[in-house]
T-cell receptor
Framework: DAGVIQSPRHEVTEMGQEVTLRCKPI?????LFWYRQTMMRGLELLIY????????DSGMPEDRFSAKMPNASFSTLKIQPSEPRDSAVYFC??????????FGPGTRLTVT | GDSVTQMEGPVTLSEEAFLTINCTYT??????LFWYVQYPGEGLQLLLK?????DKGSNKGFEATYRKETTSFHLEKGSVQVSDSAVYFC??????????FGTGTSLTVIP
């Protein structure tokens, strides 16, 4: 298996622009997690899905952030409008329920 | 609520030194415990795991034992190498399938 796939790997955008991050989980994994990692706040869980349904979005920082999982093999995290403080590495992870998570390589987002 | 607490870093060791990174947890029931490693510029990778009390997880010379009596899961390695330089995360998964990660401990091994 190719593992969790994230795209793009790097994104540089200007403040106010819309940003969409993409994730393809490992086939057969029906739990999917979005995290944000920064030096200041460490690793933060933003949202997680089970069977394509959002279970816990309490970590989503504000209404500018939204996440969707239209099917078992694809998820998006959208930021609109983006702000410089959104600069971070965003990770997607997938899991079989009650087993360990597998992380993607991350998307490094820079908002100028 | 459930949580994981791991020792503050950064940790700097000489090659072949003994490594211990402390991790304690708070959880109801019987969580599963994990250590993840993150190399520079990469995502987190599972290093080892233990799913019940007294289990020992091991991989690449690293070990950790699930101690329910002390609610701990300390990571150890007898002889570290430069290639072990990374950030290490302790994590738990509770009986509700919720994951909690520690803040990470940065390890630098110098030749």
């Amino acid at each position: 298996d190719a593992g969790v796939i994230q795209s793009p790997r790097h994104e540089v955008t200007e403040m106010g622009q819309e940003v969409t991050l993409r994730c393809k989980p490992i086939s057969g994994h029906n739990s999917l997690f979005w995290y944000r990692q920064t030096m200041m706040r460490g690793l933060e869980l933003l949202i997680y899905f089970n069977n394509n349904v959002p279970i816990d979005d309490s970590g989503m920082p504000e209404d500018r952030f939204s996440a969707k999982m239209p099917n078992a093999s694809f998820s998006t995290l959208k930021i609109q409008p983006s702000e410089p403080r959104d600069s971070a590495v965003y990770f997607c992870a997938s899991a079989v329920p009650y087993y360990e998570q597998y992380f993607g390589p991350g998307t490094r987002l820079t908002v100028t | 609520g459930d949580s994981v607490t791991q020792m503050e870093g950064p940790v700097t060791l000489s090659e072949e030194a003994f490594l211990t990174i402390n991790c304690t947890y708070t959880a109801t029931g019987y969580p599963s415990l994990f250590w993840y490693v993150q190399y520079p510029g990469e995502g987190l990778q599972l290093l080892l795991k233990a799913t019940k009390a007294d289990d020992k997880g091991s991989n690449k010379g690293f070990e950790a034992t699930y101690r329910k009596e002390t609610t701990s899961f300390h990571l150890e390695k007898g002889s570290v190498q430069v290639s072990d330089s990374a950030v290490y995360f302790c994590a738990l998964r509770n009986t509700g399938n919720q994951f909690y990660f520690g803040t990470g401990t940065s390890l630098t091994v110098i030749p």
